[in-house]
């Protein structure tokens, strides 16, 4: 059993062969407080872990959350655009105005798993803005005006970045974990010695 | 197409009838410091949401975290075991001793989309412990006497919250966003009327 518990059986998937080049996900974090700091950076990483282009911190402006993001990317390859400071309507507005689709995930949405929403997303073949909020979010992202789809993660309270991660896996099924990165400095798939990384001597 | 927008198909699914009742998930959290309270408390609830049995915080306790869950458990329902302040070892121990298995979510596992890592734990039928850690763990957690599996969530950096989310979403092929929870104070799902609230006058 331990034997096969070490197999690796890769199956490496053309990332941007199989998704359409036309799709392209941006990211909005709206309602991002001082006390967020970790979180947002969480919530952005997973983004572009997760195959979104962009990142827009809405409203509010944060450089200690840029440079976490972009000495990530520095160092970590592929290409990623952050933005903050700039209000939601207008990145909304601006978007909405190139005949794109915004999608608003709540709890107070259609069910991903239970409803047909995402077929209907994908069925657009529009690039996304994908509004992540906080619990209390003005109640005009739920309209016509805003979004045109208003996605549950399930109707459970949990995390923007959970929400977010499972709206993108599901989304890219699963490709973008799979994605190679240009550029990068570091490289934990090109590193196999990195891989199980050894024992050291009376460490913990 | 507006109309087909709003077109809400559900299809309910019956987690607990398809879900085997053998298999039960619960989740370590290890390196837990004081500024990551709120960070913990996410991957806490995404772990309930996303169809784990309980939750343990490893080595520290937080009060703040433990109030948090067990508030949002009386109010949204259903069973969710939560526990701190016990040693890894320990836990990890326990676990082992009833023969069950260990999953260590790392950036340096085997990847979830590329390999066949998550069939393999699948075919094991065990309850699973999964091990969400920090950037540093130990290098012990690697080895055998610790984890059965390392999975990677792909090799870029992203968050515990996001990685759980995505490892737990995929486990149990999403069944748990579709779970009805007993004995809640309230529910948005039976809350037809709170689905898309209507816009306030003069908000935002």
Known sequence: MEESLRSQTERPVEFEDQHPKTT???VLRWGHRDRDKRLTSHVALAARALGASGFVLADVRDEKIKTTIEKI???WGGSFHFEMGKPWRRVVKEWRSKNNI???LTAYGENI???DVLQRIKATAK???VIVGSQKVPSHFFTKDVSHFNVAIGHQPHSECSS???FLDRFFEGRALAKEYVGSEISIASEKSKIFPPLKKNEV
């Open 102 to 104: 915004v999608v608003h």
């Open 73 to 75: 990317v520095k160092r």
């Open 127 to 129: 690039d996304l803005l």
């Open 24 to 26: 392209k996900v941006v």
């Open 164 to 166: 977010l991660a499972i």
């Open 113 to 115: 798993q239970t409803s």
